[in-house]
C-alpha cells in the first residue's frame, strides 16, 4: 500500500523559512517523478513544484520560482520542500503526490497518490 507522509509545516513569518519533508513508502516500484502541492483558504489545490527522480531534473510553478527547493535522498525515500522568503500568500496546507502512472509527473488533475498534507500558516 503506497503512502506519503509529510511533515514540517508550522507558523512563520514573512520573510521567514521552512523545510517540508515526504517520505515514501510501498512502492512496488518507485515513480519517476514526485511533486508538491498546495491548497489555500478558498483556493483549488495547486501544483508548486516536480522532481524526476532519475536525472534530479526540477520544475516550477511561477509564483514560488527563485525562492523553493525541491530535492531528493533516495536513500531516506523522502522528498523535501525548501521554502524560503515565505509571504502570507505561501498559507496553505501542503501535499506531496505521485501519479498512479509511475512514469508520469503528477499534476493537479491526474490520478495520484496523496498525502496527508502539512499545514504552513505565514503571518505578516
Known amino acids: 500500500q503506497v503512502q506519503l507522509e509529510e511533515s514540517g509545516g508550522g507558523s512563520v513569518q514573512a520573510g521567514g523559512s521552512l523545510r517540508l519533508s515526504c517520505v515514501a513508502s510501498?512502492?512496488?516500484?518507485?515513480?519517476?517523478?514526485m511533486g508538491w502541492f498546495r491548497q489555500g483558504p478558498g483556493k483549488e489545490r495547486g501544483w508548486v513544484a516536480s522532481i524526476v527522480t532519475g536525472n534530479r531534473a526540477t520544475f516550477y510553478a511561477d509564483s514560488v520560482k527563485g525562492r523553493f527547493t525541491i530535492s531528493q535522498d533516495n536513500a531516506k525515500n523522502t522528498v523535501y520542500l525548501q521554502m524560503n522568503s515565505l509571504n502570507p500568500e505561501d498559507t496553505a496546507m501542503y501535499y506531496c503526490?505521485?501519479?498512479?502512472?509511475?512514469?508520469?509527473?503528477?499534476?493537479?488533475?491526474?490520478?495520484?497518490?496523496w498525502g496527508q498534507g502539512t499545514q504552513v500558516t505565514v503571518s505578516s
Open positions: 510501498g512502492y512496488t516500484n518507485a515513480p519517476v517523478c
Open positions: 503526490a505521485t501519479n498512479h502512472d509511475k512514469w508520469s509527473c503528477p499534476t493537479a488533475y491526474s490520478n495520484n497518490y
